[in-house]
Structure formats: structure tokens, C-alpha cells
């Protein structure tokens, strides 16, 4: 009988000896025999199963992250070539006056001096034009909107057009398309105040008239006129008192 018979401990160790492997005594320093910890049925215990997952061998380390790649990065932008692409993608498919583009600038921080020169070189090639986009803001405003020459001028000064610039642009337009277009919205307008008595209806056209632009004797003319083509009597109205409404 083997003298480790009877003996579990000493039978695996002169297993493992007759089998060529490295006993608890005799371990290879190149192939560190390595016990695999158990749990209670044998198998193997789950935070073996990722060497890196174990608490104690991650605790007191520390990555440092790398550093970003500024080559990757590319150059800076060059401060003309931004401000340009800003210019242009305002006046994609619409023209803008000076003022609403050097507007945009400035909320990009674009430095006054590069913002002034970007713009009159804009102006010299054609891009920006005040006198062509007061012409072409009439031209959609006045006969779309039914407004007249004085509501047209409040617009174009809010766009930043110099006033002597927007009266040449208004200069043109035709008395009598501006008489159309009132006499446009008064007769869109019938339609709501039909039942309404006579004084209260005309109030309420020439009110309207008025927010258009329209001065007072112009727009009240207007109203007496339509109002009696629509077959409204006209019970001696004048326009006397109507200055202070409008």
C-alpha cells in the first residue's frame, strides 16, 4: 500500500508529482501554479472570471485620460472666411438690408472693423443694396398688404433703410394703386360689418384704414364711397372728429 494511502491530502500531491505538474512545494517560478477560488458547489466563483474585474486589484488605481489630439483638431478658423459664410447664408434666397446683416455680425462677435469692411465690399459687388431692397420691400408689401407710403416708411426705418433712401423708393409709388388697395381692404372687410348701423360700420373701416397707414380725410373718402356702392345710405357723416381716432 502507498504510504499516502488513506491520506486525501497526500494522495494529490503524489498525483500531481507523477503527472509532471508543480506541487504547493515545488512551484515553477516561470508558471506560478495559480488556485482558482471556488464557490461552495465547485464552480468557479464569478468574480474570477475577469482578471481586471477584482475590487482589490482596481482599488488606489487611477487612469489618466489622454490627451486630445490637437492635431486633429485642424487650424483655427479664419475670422474673415466665418464672418463671410455668415453673410451669404443670410442672404440665401432673400435680400436683407446693411443693417439686419451687420445685426447678425455683431451677435456673432464679429469685430466691428472686419464687420464694416465685409459689408461695403458686399455693397461694391452688389449683394447688399438698400435702395433695390426698400424698392422690392414695397413692391411686396404695398399691394400684398394693401399698406400705405406713411405704415411702408415706419417698416423700412425699423430695416435700418436711411430715411432719404426709403422716400425716393416711395416716391414711386402710383397714387392710384395705393386708392386701389385701400378700396381693396374696405371691401373685404363689408362683410363684417353688415348689420352694424351705419356710423358704427364706417368707424370700424376707417379705423382699420387707418392702421394701414392711411390718413384720416383719404381713408374716410374711401369708406363713404365704398359704403354707398354697397348700397349703404349715407346718413351726412363727415369725417369731423375722426383725426383723434386715427
Do not use: C, N
Request: glycine share 10%.
Amino acid at each position: 500500500m502507498p504510504s499516502w494511502a488513506g491520506d486525501v491530502h497526500d494522495g494529490v500531491e503524489a498525483w500531481t508529482r507523477s503527472a509532471g505538474l508543480p506541487t504547493s512545494a515545488d512551484d515553477s517560478p516561470d508558471e506560478p501554479f495559480r488556485r482558482v477560488p471556488t464557490g461552495r458547489s465547485g464552480r468557479r466563483s464569478s468574480r474570477s472570471r475577469d482578471p481586471g474585474a477584482g475590487r482589490s486589484g482596481d482599488r488606489g488605481v487611477r487612469r489618466t485620460p489622454a490627451p486630445p489630439d490637437t492635431t486633429a483638431q485642424g487650424p483655427d478658423a479664419d475670422p474673415e472666411s466665418v464672418a463671410r459664410k455668415i453673410l451669404l447664408d443670410a442672404l440665401t434666397g432673400q435680400a436683407r438690408s446693411r443693417k439686419e446683416l451687420a445685426d447678425k455680425l455683431a451677435k456673432k462677435d464679429v469685430p466691428a472693423d472686419l464687420a464694416t469692411a465685409l459689408l461695403d465690399r458686399f455693397e461694391e459687388v452688389g449683394l447688399v443694396d438698400d435702395e433695390a431692397y426698400a424698392r422690392a420691400w414695397i413692391a411686396s408689401r404695398q399691394p400684398g398688404k394693401g399698406l400705405a407710403r406713411r405704415a411702408l416708411a415706419q417698416e423700412l426705418r425699423r430695416k435700418g433703410i436711411d430715411d432719404e433712401v426709403a422716400r425716393e423708393a416711395l416716391d414711386e409709388i402710383d397714387p392710384d394703386d395705393e386708392d386701389a388697395a385701400a378700396r381693396a381692404l374696405v371691401r373685404k372687410k363689408l362683410r363684417t360689418v353688415r348689420g352694424l348701423d351705419q356710423q358704427k360700420a364706417t368707424r370700424r373701416l376707417v379705423g382699420m384704414l387707418a392702421r394701414k397707414g392711411y390718413g384720416a380725410g383719404m381713408a374716410f373718402a374711401i369708406v363713404k364711397d365704398e359704403l354707398r356702392r354697397d348700397g349703404l345710405e349715407d346718413e351726412g357723416l363727415d369725417d369731423a372728429g375722426y383725426d383723434e381716432e386715427l
